[in-house]
């Protein structure tokens, strides 16, 4: 079973960087789009930014300018890397990959199970 593994979270003062990464359990052919997303204590999960299978990006309005989403397709990974970290920040972030149904089969849709990201006060 294909599982995504995500890496680099931890304890940052505001202001700080850090960068996740998150690589799935083999290779993977034919991913389409790959995400990050997060979620805050009490609050819901919530898209981060995204990239499509030709490199483009999307960003939420509240990472923009200070997040950048990367891909290595080939190693069938995503890249966060995130500076001027600031408190509301702090959440749970979850890397996503989606591919063709018709070559993954049933789980054409893969989540990590989260790394933590706490920005101190």
């Known amino acids: 079973q294909v599982r995504l593994v995500e890496s680099g979270g931890g304890l940052v003062q505001p202001g700080g960087s850090l960068r996740l990464s998150c690589a799935a359990s083999e290779a993977l052919t034919g991913i389409m789009s790959m995400a990050w997303y997060r979620q805050a204590p009490g609050k819901q999960r919530e898209l981060v930014a995204s990239?499509?299978?030709?490199?483009?990006?999307n960003y939420k309005d509240f990472v923009k300018g200070r997040f950048t989403i990367s891909r290595d397709s080939a190693k069938s990974t995503v890249a966060l890397q995130m500076n001027t970290l600031m408190p509301v920040d702090t959440a749970v972030y979850y890397c996503?990959?989606?591919?063709?149904?018709?070559?993954?089969?049933?789980?054409?849709?893969?989540w990590g199970q989260g790394t933590q990201v706490t920005v101190s006060s």
């Open positions: 996503y990959m989606i591919g063709p149904r018709r070559i993954w089969g049933a789980q054409y849709e893969c």
């Open positions: 990239i499509g299978p030709n490199g483009r990006a």
